[in-house]
């Protein structure tokens, strides 16, 4: 798949009825579950690297091509789209950010988040004609390549009010945003109002555990066509490793061994050397299986050497998802899409 179709594949998932729910992986074996149940695209946030990395903050000591690697290596495992965040793009120059989207669109990334945090504490988001310039650089180094998520942190930072946050993403439209964001919008009015002054564009949102939850109807209705759940699912398998650890003094066992099996883990694990050509990124939106031959791709220099079936962790031989069938659909298992 060519960069261009990548991009197409990639829109059309925002474009659509139902919109899109992207949940975020931080390593291998989180991005191969996500991709299991159904989901159609991931996110590698900067936040989450960071923590897998076991590295403070919110990705500033996650070096670019660490990230990348990541990202690259997630989509490769599940051959689905990833959409990258990069905190603060690594510089807050607009050629920074051109060597950023260039880096990332050829390493097969979907979608790449270009946000005005500056990582200057005392000044920390661009002032607004360096944020759209940086915008506009991203989009000039995409050429329709990469998906281009132009968004604002000025109100979680404090910086900014409603209309000085609408006035950006306007401004980061017209600079050709493919989507447009801004975490931690106050309530959902605001994102309503955000969503109906960049239409058609579309706009993207935030479930944070350190956010107000809004229901997924809520945010569609508002006009929300992508939400995105940042580090929250880290958080919460961190969460539940606390719970079984406090268990132990206590000697209740009932948490430590309600878990999954070693057995679903090894499945899952496999799945990094039995990874046929329409799971492996270039093929995911236009192939089947066997449109390539049944043939298995080399991953981290191993070579498989199997061409047998591709099965999932029940079994049975994986058949391309359908389409529409994401977990914002009611057809298919996945997150409550009543909140």
Sequence with gaps: MTGSELYEYFMSLHTRDGGLVVPTAWDCPS??????????????????????????????????????????????????????????????????????????ATSGLAGIGIIDTS???????????NAVSRVCSAVRAAKRRIV???GTCGIVQGELRLDETIRRLTAFAEAGADVLYAPYTSDIDAVAAIAAAV?????SALISSVDRVWSFTDLRNAGVKRITVGPTLHAQSIEMLLRAIEAHPAT???????????????????LVQRIPPWRAGRTFASRSPGADGDQLITVHGQDSGDHGAYETMQGRTAPPRPRGTS?????????PTDG
């Excluded at 091509?65 to 905190?87: K, M, S």
């Excluded at 977990?327 to 997150?335: K, L, N, Q, R």
């Design 31 to 104: 991005a191969l579950m996500l991709a299991d149940i159904g989901f159609e695209a991931i996110a590698a946030t900067s936040a989450a690297s960071a923590a897998a990395l076991s590295r403070p903050g919110s990705g500033q000591h996650v070096s670019r091509a660490e990230h990348i690697d990541r990202a690259r290596l997630i989509g490769q495992l599940t051959g689905l789209p990833v959409n990258g965040d990069f905190h603060d793009d690594y510089g807050g120059k607009p050629e920074d950010v051109t060597q950023t989207v260039e880096a990332a």
């Design 119 to 129: 990582g200057n504490p005392d000044q920390p988001i661009h002032d607004f004609d």
């Design 148 to 150: 281009v998520t132009g």
């Design 199 to 203: 239409a058609p564009r579309p706009v």
């Design 252 to 270: 209740d066992l009932s948490n430590t061994t309600a878990a999954v099996h070693p057995e679903h883990i090894d499945e899952l694990l496999a």
């Design 327 to 335: 977990p914002m659909s009611s057809t298919h298992p996945g997150p």
